[in-house]
């Protein structure tokens, strides 16, 4: 069975700072792979996704992700986070069946 | 307006009883999940619907049941005999060839 991995369940940094969130996956065939993101109080909405062509790709927000199948890999990145983007963040994967398996999610909390 | 409509926002209930939560899109989509989140668990998929009149356990179906008579409709009820069943439950739809599941607003439901 598949399973995703995210690195820090909470991380806490300042704004304009980097953030980059580790994602990796259990899964030897082709997978589709995604991003999600829940503001406080809101729904959870997709920010990227990847299903195939450049490994490199860019979301809603100013978030990017990069795809290293040699690493089963799919980091977020954002280059300076502002205090909106407060929020949990869940990497996802889908199978050719299209179930999707979560990560535990990791809490961001951006001070001012 | 398409989408997916979950209701209520909140349900309380006393433990030992079945409760039945919405789930409506008016996407044309053939697809149907419901998932559970969890604080430090991410989501969870609980059923899921690829078609009408036909439905599969997904990783933690016990406790729950499922009904698929309508295309749009997909009501997912929680019975007395779920453990833990306070929870926030997400329900989701994917169309035909689509690799992205579509999500509606989410049921926090209470049991004291």
């Known amino acids: 069975a598949q399973s995703v991995s995210q690195h820090n369940h909470h991380v806490i940094l300042s704004e304009a700072a980097s953030l980059e969130l580790g994602c990796n996956y259990s899964?030897?065939?082709?997978?589709?792979l995604f991003w999600y993101v829940q503001y406080p109080g809101q729904h959870l909405q997709l920010l990227l996704k990847?299903?195939?062509?450049?490994?490199l790709v860019k979301g809603i927000k100013g978030f990017e992700a990069e795809f290293i199948k040699s690493k089963f890999s799919f980091n977020l990145r954002k280059p300076s986070v502002q205090w909106s983007d407060t929020a949990e963040y869940f990497c996802a994967v889908t199978d050719s069946w299209g179930k999707l398996q979560f990560g535990a999610g990791t809490q961001v909390v951006v001070t001012p | 307006d398409g989408g997916i409509t979950q209701s209520p926002k909140y349900l309380f209930r006393k433990e030992g009883q079945n409760v039945t939560l919405s789930c409506e899109q008016n996407l044309n989509h053939d697809a149907m999940y419901w998932y559970r989140q969890d604080p430090g668990q991410g989501l969870r998929l609980i059923y899921y619907s690829q078609i009408v009149n036909d439905f599969q356990k997904g990783d933690i179906a016990e406790g729950y049941s499922v009904s698929r008579e309508k295309k749009e409709s997909f009501p997912l009820t929680v019975t007395s005999a779920q453990k833990n069943p306070t929870a926030f439950y997400l329900c989701?739809?994917?169309?035909?060839?689509?690799?992205?599941?579509?999500f509606g607003p989410g049921t926090r439901l209470t049991v004291t």
């Open positions: 990847y299903f195939s062509g450049d490994p």
């Open positions: 899964y030897g065939g082709t997978v589709n």
């Open positions: 989701a739809s994917r169309g035909t060839g689509d690799r992205e599941q579509y």
